[in-house]
C-alpha cells in the first residue's frame, strides 16, 4: 500500500546544505556557557547520539563490535585523513582491542576519544619542532625527488624514521610553494600581481621559510585550543559518518560556525567552501555572486592565501573552513584578494590572484531566469534554475504569495508562450536541489496529472508523491539539461520528465546521485527550573528516508543517467555520491503505471544524438573544450609533484602557456562573457530546436 502525498506538502528538504540552512536558523537557544560541558554531560550527549542514529537512520545498523571498529577508524580519518601524523604503530595501538571500544561506546564511555586526540596533539607538536629545525638549515631544491600530496589512499609510515623522512618531503614541498610563488608574482606582466608584490613588501610578508612556520604556529594553536566539546563532536560526527555521508553530530559552536557559512554565500563573495588536503576549495558559486559574476574562480580551485584591502594577507592553508571564512567575508563593497591554485591546472601549477568585491547577494540572483534564443529558425526558450527555493515562513503563514521557484517558472512558461517560443531548455546543472514539493509543483507545469516521486522511510513504508494540478504551462519539446552537480530534487524532476517520456536529458552523463532524506534532531539537555529552559547540547542530522523515480529505480549512487552528452569540464571531475564514504547503495522498489507523452521517444533520441555529435565535431568552442579536457585528464593522473625547482618551474611554464592560450580561444576572459550562453547551453538550445522539427514530422 500507498500513502499518498500531495504537491502542496510543505516542507521536506533534501539537499544537504539547505537542511543545515533550516537548523541554523532555529538553534539559537544554548545558554551563554554552551562550550563548558562536564564529563557526566559528554557522556550523556555520546548516548543520546548513538540513540537517535541506531533509532532513525535509514540504514539500520547493528549495534555490534564491527560498528565500533567503523568507527574508530572514521575518527582516524577525521584526525589524520591524509596519513600525515599517525604510525603503522599508532594506529594498532588504537584498534586494540575492539570489544572495549564497543563496550565503552554502549555506556557513553568517550575515553579512547581524548586518548587519541592526546596522541594527535603530540604528533602535531613533534612535527612543529621538526619543521622549526629543519628550517633552520639550506633546503636544496636541486635534488630530483618526488612528494606525493595527497596521501589518503597510500599506507600509513611505519615508523618514526618514516614519518619523518615524510615530513621532510612535506615542508621542503610547503617552503617550494611559496618561491615559485614568488617567483610567479615577480615575472608577471599582470598589474594584479605587480600590487602583490609591493603589498608583500609593504607588510614585510618575509620569506618562504618564515611563511611556512608562521602557518604552523597557527595550525598548531588552533589543534591545541579545541575544547572536550569541539573534540567529542570530531567524535561523534565519525560516528555518524558510519551511518551515512550526510549524517553528523554538531556541537553547538559548530552549528553557529555553519551559520558563518551561510553568512558567506549572503554577505561575501558568494561560494561554499570545504577542505581539500589542506587546501580550501571551492565547492559551489552562488549565482548572482561576486564570484559567479566575475567568472574567475571555478569550482574545484583551492584558496591557499587571503589578502585584505589594506593589504594585510593570511595563509589559509591548513585552516579549518570556519577560521578561513573569517577573513574571505567582510562588509559590502570591501575587496579581498584570493590567491587560488587553480584545479584544472594540476599539482604543480603556481597560484593565480583573484580580486573580488564582497556584495550582499540578493535573492533575486539565485531566481529563475528565462532567455530567448534563435536557433535555427527556431525560437528557444532557456531557463536557469540555480534551486527549488521555497519561502516557508510564507507558505506557513498562508500568504498566497509567498515566494516559490514554480511561479517564477510558471511566469516564464507563459512569456515564452506569448513570444512564440518553440522549445525550452531547462538549466540545472548548477541546481543542488531543495524543497520537494517545489519539485513536484515544477514537474505539474509540464504534465497534466501523475507521480512525481516514491519515498521509502527507515520502516521501509512506500509513499507516492503525486501532482494534481490538471493545468499545464507548457506542452511543448522540453529539453532537461544535468551535470555532475545536479542533485537531490533536481534528480526528482529530470527523473520524472524523463520517465513519462515528457523530455530528453543532456549534459553530463549523470547527476550527482543524492537520493536521501535528511532529517535534523536537535538534541536537549533536561530542563532548568531556573533558567527556564533546556540546554542546547547539539544536533543529529540524518539520513531518514530514499526516494525513488516512478520507474522504481532510485536516484541514489548513479543518479540521473543523460539521453545526449554534451562535453563539459564538470564530466570530468570525481563528483557525486558514489565518492563519499559509506554512501548508501543504490537498489529499487516496484514501479508505478505513468503516461508517455512523447512516442518512440528513444528511436527520436538516436537521430538527435546523431546531428549533436555532428555539430559539436564541427565546432571550434568543443575542440577547445576537448582539449581543455585532455589537458585535465593529464593532470589528473600525475599523482606527485617534483621537488626540484628549476622541474617544477618548467612543468608550471608549460602548463600555464597552454591555459593562457585555452582561455583565449575559449573567451573565457572575454569583457562580455555574461552576456554570452556558453557552449554546452548552445548545443542544449540546438538539440531543442531539433526536437521540436522531429515531432512536427521533419
Known amino acids: 500500500m500507498y500513502r499518498r502525498i500531495r504537491a502542496s506538502f510543505p516542507v521536506s528538504l533534501l539537499l544537504t546544505g539547505l537542511t543545515v540552512l533550516f537548523f541554523t536558523f532555529n538553534c539559537c537557544g544554548a545558554a551563554p556557557d554552551e562550550n563548558a560541558f562536564s564529563d557526566e554531560q559528554l557522556s550523556a550527549i555520546t548516548l543520546k547520539t548513538l540513540q537517535t542514529l541506531h533509532k532513525n537512520h535509514y540504514r539500520q545498523i547493528e549495534l555490534t563490535s564491527k560498528l565500533a571498529v567503523a568507527h574508530l577508524e572514521a575518527y582516524i580519518k577525521a584526525l589524520d585523513g591524509n596519513n600525515d601524523f599517525f604510525t603503522e604503530k599508532d594506529i594498532k595501538l588504537f584498534k586494540r582491542p575492539p570489544e572495549e571500544h564497543f563496550s565503552a561506546l554502549l555506556k557513553g564511555d568517550n575515553t579512547k576519544a581524548f586518548q587519541i586526540y592526546g596522541r594527535f596533539l603530540a604528533r602535531h607538536a613533534e612535527y612543529r619542532a621538526f619543521a622549526e629545525k629543519l628550517l633552520k638549515t639550506k633546503i636544496d631544491f636541486t635534488v630530483d625527488e618526488e612528494f606525493t600530496p595527497d596521501r589518503s589512499k597510500l599506507p600509513r609510515c611505519k615508523d618514526d624514521a618514516e614519518l619523518h623522512a615524510l615530513w621532510h618531503k612535506r615542508i621542503k614541498n610547503e617552503v617550494l610553494f611559496y618561491r615559485l610563488f614568488d617567483r610567479a608574482m615577480a615575472e608577471s606582466k599582470d598589474p594584479e600581481d605587480r600590487k602583490a608584490l609591493e603589498d608583500a613588501k609593504r607588510w614585510n610578508a618575509g620569506t618562504p621559510e618564515s611563511k611556512v612556520l608562521k602557518r604552523l604556529r597557527d595550525v598548531s594553536n588552533a589543534v591545541q585550543k579545541r575544547s572536550k566539546i569541539d573534540i567529542l563532536g570530531i567524535y561523534l560526527n565519525a560516528l555518524a559518518h558510519v551511518y551515512g555521508p550526510h549524517s553528523n553530530y554538531m556541537a553547538p559552536r559548530t552549528a553557529k560556525n555553519f551559520d558563518i557559512d551561510m553568512s558567506l554565500s549572503l554577505t561575501g563573495i558568494g561560494a561554499t567552501l570545504t577542505t581539500d588536503n589542506g587546501f580550501i576549495k571551492i565547492v559551489a558559486l552562488v549565482p548572482g555572486g561576486p564570484a559567479a559574476r566575475d567568472g574567475r574562480l571555478k569550482i574545484n580551485d583551492r584558496i591557499v592565501a587571503v589578502t585584505q584591502e589594506n593589504g594585510a594577507t593570511v595563509d589559509v592553508i591548513d585552516m579549518p573552513v570556519d577560521e578561513a571564512v573569517q577573513y574571505i567575508r567582510g562588509k559590502e563593497n570591501t575587496k579581498v584578494t584570493l590567491t587560488v591554485l587553480p584545479g584544472a591546472k594540476g599539482r604543480s601549477g603556481v597560484p593565480v590572484r583573484i580580486t573580488l568585491t564582497r556584495a550582499k547577494i540578493q535573492l533575486v540572483d539565485s531566481e529563475a531566469s528565462g532567455r530567448i534564443i534563435n536557433c535555427n529558425g527556431k525560437k528557444v526558450g532557456v531557463i536557469n534554475l540555480p534551486g527549488f527555493y521555497m519561502d516557508f515562513e510564507g507558505a506557513m503563514r498562508g500568504d498566497p504569495n509567498f515566494k516559490r521557484c514554480s511561479e517564477d517558472v510558471r511566469k516564464l512558461l507563459v512569456k515564452f508562450r506569448k513570444e512564440g517560443v518553440h522549445s525550452v531548455v531547462m538549466d540545472l546543472r548548477r541546481n543542488g536541489g531543495g524543497s520537494l514539493a517545489e519539485a513536484i509543483n515544477l514537474t505539474g507545469l509540464f504534465i497534466p496529472t501523475g507521480p512525481v516521486v516514491q519515498r521509502r522511510d527507515f520502516r521501509r513504508r512506500i509513499a507516492l508523491a503525486v501532482d494534481d494540478d490538471p493545468a499545464v504551462e507548457w506542452k511543448g519539446p522540453v529539453i532537461v539539461m544535468i551535470s555532475k552537480f545536479s542533485a537531490s530534487a533536481a534528480e526528482i524532476f529530470s527523473a520524472a520528465l524523463r ?122 568552442e568543443f575542440k577547445a573544450i576537448n582539449r581543455r579536457l585532455l589537458m585535465f585528464r593529464e593532470h589528473r593522473k600525475k599523482k606527485s609533484v617534483s621537488l626540484n625547482e628549476a622541474r617544477r618551474w618548467k612543468d608550471y611554464q608549460q602548463e600555464k602557456t597552454i591555459a593562457d592560450a585555452e582561455e583565449k580561444e575559449l573567451g573565457l576572459k572575454d569583457e562580455n562573457k555574461k552576456e554570452k550562453l556558453d557552449a554546452a547551453a548552445k548545443e542544449a538550445a540546438a538539440i531543442a530546436a531539433d526536437l521540436y522539427d522531429l515531432l512536427q514530422g521533419k
Not at 534532531?521 to 527556564?532: A, D, I, P, Q, R
Not at 570530468?572 to 514501479?591: T, V, Y
Request: hydrophobic residues 35%.
Open 499 to 620: 520517465d513519462c517520456d515528457r523530455a530528453v536529458v543532456v549534459g553530463d552523463s549523470r547527476s550527482f546521485g543524492k537520493g536521501t532524506v535528511l532529517q535534523v534532531e536537535k538534541l536537549k539537555e533536561g530542563y532548568n527550573f531556573f533558567t527556564s529552559r533546556s540546554r542546547n547540547i547539539g544536533s543529529v542530522t540524518f539520513e531518514i528516508e530514499m526516494f525513488y523515480r516512478i520507474t522504481g529505480s532510485s536516484v541514489q549512487q548513479l543518479g540521473i543517467r543523460s539521453d545526449i552528452r554534451i562535453p563539459s569540464l564538470t564530466e570530468e571531475m570525481k563528483a557525486g555520491e558514489m565518492f563519499l564514504d559509506n554512501h548508501l547503495p543504490w537498489d529499487s522498489i516496484d514501479p508505478v503505471s505513468r503516461s508517455s507523452y512523447i512516442s518512440d521517444i528513444d528511436d527520436k533520441i538516436a537521430v538527435l544524438k546523431k546531428r549533436s555529435a555532428a555539430r559539436i565535431a564541427a565546432s571550434p
